[in-house]
């Protein structure tokens, strides 16, 4: 996993080199939710507002993303894509796509079809709720 994870954070500066894996994953959480709060992005992901913040900070500043108002509360901001985020996360995600295609082109279907199987169900287990110790019997 430790390789997976390299490699990962390599390819992502290949990709493009303005966005990181952090950037690139902000990103797209921000394109599949519609927009949320940065509270909510360092809930997702487990980390330090503090981190966030600045992770946020460095996008805005990259035009990649925008604080709006909230319709439902004026109170609170919803970061959101802008129309450069929206369209460079497009460029990176088509170069990742076409990235796994030419790693999984020799592939057999068979293969293929057990990889992705083998994918959904650790996906799956991300969000599952946490396996706790077995209860003890009755005695």
Known sequence: MTVFARRARASAGRMHPELSLVSYTLLGHLEESGGCRATDLAAHYALDKSTVSRQVAALERAGLIERRQDP?????????LTRAGTRILAQVTESRREAFRERLAGWPEQDLERFAAYLLRYNAAAVAPPVGPPAPADG
Request: aromatic letters at 0%; hydrophobic letters at 35%.
């Open 72 to 80: 439902d509360d004026h109170r609170v901001q919803v970061l959101q």
